[in-house]
């Protein structure tokens, strides 16, 4: 029976070396603020070349300082036995760069002893695009001139304030509408045939509009549209 459980212990740590050697997740074990355990996919994420590099790292140095103060206080509600809520974490990288990690931390016992198991999610690429996005807003709030942003359907997602002080619409009354509320009927059905035929067929629509404001009273102006991909 002793043989026959201590084949089934080892056949158990087998399956878990396994699957934690090939997580696509980083996992990564602390103890006294310190990693002990680490797979090839923290490695990565912490910019090391393997996992026995992170061994005996203090896990703070891995974290940008103004995240301190948050991992501080999650290492206690570990120590009290207390889960963590998912958190994003900016990596600092020995390279001078910066990860980013949605991760979560549980409390374990390893050799006899409170551990933090922690298993983080990459979502570096995500944090970049949602950065270039915000520049991009951010560039497009200071343009001149009035921009829409609609959805494949035509429902207004996003309008600059120079839209907001040009039509009278404030950015709360336009998202979820269709640009049609500016429509003045100066404009005959041809005419909008013609510019949906040339923005769906993937080419950019030049013209002039006719528009009328929230107030009822009518402006013109000379538009482009274009399909955003």
């Known amino acids: 029976e002793r043989i026959q459980t201590e084949e089934a212990m080892r056949e158990r740590e087998k399956r878990f070396r396994t699957l934690f050697e090939a997580a696509p997740v980083s ?29 005996g790292l203090d896990a703070l140095s891995t974290i940008a300082p103004e995240h301190h103060e948050i991992i501080l206080k999650r290492m206690t509600n570990i120590s009290a036995n207390q889960e963590n809520d998912p958190i994003e974490i900016p990596i600092l990288r020995p390279d001078g760069g910066l990860s980013w990690s949605l991760s979560t931390s549980v409390p374990i016992e390893l050799q006899g002893k409170p551990t933090a198991l922690i298993i983080g999610q990459d979502i570096t690429q995500l944090k970049r695009t949602e950065g270039e996005r915000e520049r991009l807003l951010s560039a497009i709030e200071q343009v001149a001139e009035p921009i829409v942003i609609t959805d494949v359907d035509g429902v207004i997602q996003f309008v600059n304030p ?12 336009a998202k979820g509408q269709n640009p049609r509320i500016l429509k003045s009927g100066k404009q005959d059905s041809a005419f909008y045939q013609h510019l949906w035929q040339t923005i769906t067929s993937g080419e950019t629509w030049q013209g002039r509009f006719i528009n009328r404001k929230k107030d009822g009273s009518l402006y013109s102006e000379d538009s482009t549209i274009s399909l955003m991909v």
């Open 27 to 55: 996992i990564l074990a602390a103890q006294d603020g310190k990693y002990v355990l680490a797979n090839p996919a923290s490695a990565y994420l912490l910019g090391y070349n393997s996992s026995q590099e992170i061994i």
């Open 162 to 173: 120079v839209f907001e002080k040009v039509t009278g619409y404030s950015a709360e009354e």
